[in-house]
């Protein structure tokens, strides 16, 4: 059987400026592959490596982000006998445009600095802020150093069941690629993200008419859950390829264990996300321990749980970092970058 299809395809460009519920760790929210969780790190007995990006430029920075849409076109597909294209509309395929750059705009490791250069999408915007839908401020654009951009194809299928019942299944699929504007050159490496979400009705097989179940609210739904879906897996390749990275600015004589960093939750950091403690020895990352940070806005507080102690050479070096003074001896060469960044819990709302 040929699965049939109309596809929407929304072309995005976002441009950057670089400038569980038990003590095994946080409870995973679904969707999210590749969630590190605290459990994880625990039962962790492999060779210790660091995050990748661990030490690139954008690791350490801001990232301001600027977005507009473009190119929105329909791509038409065959039919089946007992299969069919859902038939999305022109509010649909704005709608989910704004619910993609609104949810952007929730990732706190992304500082969203928007711009629409369509009068009609501009005047769409306004149109649903008034009703509630969104919320947003115009910012002014600013010089660019890097483009993300993003390619968002939307579609589904109908099937029809003998049984006269219909299930709608929609699907998005996001491809995301960051360039340096300067070079020209991809930073990191292009992704691709799947989302999927179903509904059933009833409907006639003779008029394609839904007879039962069906409204255009609920699809509206059915569509944003399936972006939904491929934003937080999305999250994981944005925590790998962006992840955050800062100095060590102190160390507790209390409790080695416990530490300040410099980075907070304006910089997308939350309570579920754990960090690696590495040392710069002479350019050269060396991973020491897993923690789990308690974020304030601008810094935050860094719990060591696991130490990379089994080596004996690994072992005196950490005792030498546990004794009073010794961050200020050695010029703060001791950092942390992040293993994962949960959705955004914001993202629940919208």
Excluded at 157 to 164: M, V
Excluded at 281 to 306: F, H, L, R
Excluded at 324 to 344: D, E, K, V
């Amino acid at each position: 059987m040929n699965c049939s299809t109309k596809l929407i395809l929304v072309s995005v460009l976002i441009s950057f400026v670089g400038c569980q519920t038990t003590p095994k760790g946080p409870v995973q929210k679904a969707g999210t592959g590749g969630f590190v969780s605290r459990g994880d790190l625990e039962h962790f007995d492999g060779h210790w490596k660091l995050p990748q990006n661990y030490k690139q430029e954008t690791s350490f920075s801001d990232m301001s982000m600027n977005v507009f849409f473009d190119n929105v076109t329909l791509k038409e597909a065959s039919e089946a006998k007992n299969q069919r294209s859902l038939d999305i509309s022109e509010n649909q395929k704005r709608s989910s445009e704004i619910y993609l750059e609104t949810m952007m705009g929730k990732i706190r490791r992304f500082d969203i600095k928007m711009f629409v250069s369509d009068a009609k999408a501009a005047a769409q915007r306004d149109e649903l802020a008034d009703i509630g839908e969104i919320s947003y401020k115009r910012k002014k654009a600013i010089d660019l150093d890097y483009s993300l951009s993003a390619n968002m194809v939307l579609g589904g299928e109908s099937y029809f069941h003998n049984n006269g019942k219909t299930t709608n299944t929609y699907k998005v699929t996001i491809t995301f690629s960051v360039t340096d504007i300067a070079t020209k050159s991809l930073v990191g490496s292009s992704f691709a993200v799947d989302g999927q979400s179903q509904r059933e009705y009833v409907r006639s097989i003779v008029t394609g008419k839904y007879l039962a179940g069906y409204s255009s609210d609920d699809e509206a739904l059915a569509i944003k859950e399936a972006i939904f879906d491929a934003m937080k897996k999305a999250m994981k390749e944005f925590a790998e390829q962006f992840p955050v990275s800062g100095k060590i600015t102190r160390i507790s004589e209390f409790d080695s264990k416990i530490m300040g960093w410099e980075k907070g939750s304006a910089d997308g950091l939350s309570g579920d996300t754990q960090v690696c403690l590495w040392y710069d020895d002479q350019g050269a990352g060396i991973p020491i321990a897993y923690g789990n940070c308690q974020p304030a806005e601008d810094d935050s507080t860094v719990n060591i749980y696991k130490w990379n102690d089994s080596d004996p050479k690994y072992r005196a070096f950490i005792e030498r970092v546990q004794q009073p003074g010794w961050l200020a001896q050695n010029n703060g060469r001791l950092y942390a970058t992040s293993l994962g960044l949960p959705y955004p819990k914001e993202w629940d709302s919208l």
